[in-house]
């Protein structure tokens, strides 16, 4: 469902802009990276009951799909000690994140851990396949909400992730 709020219709209008510049998905994930930082909303786009999460997983929450299925934008909140499996993506993808910490750690195509970050409050970044293997978490006592833009129609294709890895 579309959000109708300010903050998202012009970061959308700010992500239409740099898609439509139309080049490989690394570029095109650092220009929704700086359109992402210009425009990033706080926690408040998503309301208060979305903001709560969801006990046994991560929630998202779909806030705009373009209507050519250019880019999805989605909520997600992380409960503390919430986590994702260690996976890639179908396509490009840029974080913010509105509140708490994210602790993301890095992986290369054996899965050796080749790094990690710890993603504060406005913080962005993006990345696109290959070399985006990677699982997040929420290391804090808080709730952590970020949002993530994806080159794709999320309602269409379901998930983002095109692996998963033991």
């Known amino acids: 469902m579309t959000r109708t709020l300010m903050p998202l219709t012009d970061l959308a209008a700010a992500i239409r802009r740099a898609v439509a510049v139309r080049t490989d998905w690394t570029d095109t994930a650092e220009l929704v990276a700086?359109?992402?930082?210009?425009?990033?909303?706080?926690?408040?786009?998503?309301?208060?009951d979305q903001r709560l999460g969801e006990?046994?997983?991560?929630?998202?929450?779909?806030?705009?799909?373009?209507?050519?299925?250019?880019?999805?934008?989605l909520g997600l909140v992380w409960r503390p000690e919430q986590t994702t499996r260690?996976?890639?993506?179908?396509?490009?993808?840029?974080?913010?994140?509105?509140?708490?910490?994210?602790?993301?750690?890095?992986?290369?195509?054996?899965?050796?851990?080749?790094?990690?970050?710890?993603?504060?409050?406005g913080e962005v970044s993006g990345f696109a396949p290959p070399g985006d293997i990677?699982?997040?978490?929420?290391?804090?006592?808080?709730?952590?909400?970020?949002?993530?833009?994806?080159?794709?129609?999320i309602s269409r294709v379901g998930s983002s992730a095109r692996r998963y890895y033991n």
């Not at 699982?135 to 129609?153: C, K, M, P, Q, V």
């Open 34 to 48: 700086e359109s992402l930082r210009a425009h990033l909303p706080g926690p408040e786009i998503l309301t208060p």
């Open 55 to 73: 006990p046994d997983r991560v929630a998202g929450h779909l806030l705009h799909v373009e209507p050519d299925g250019a880019f999805s934008i």
């Open 86 to 121: 260690i996976h890639d993506h179908i396509t490009w993808c840029v974080v913010g994140v509105l509140s708490g910490v994210e602790h993301e750690e890095l992986f290369d195509e054996a899965l050796t851990p080749i790094g990690t970050r710890d993603n504060p409050p």
């Open 134 to 153: 990677h699982r997040i978490r929420n290391i804090g006592d808080e709730i952590a909400i970020s949002l993530h833009i994806y080159g794709t129609d």
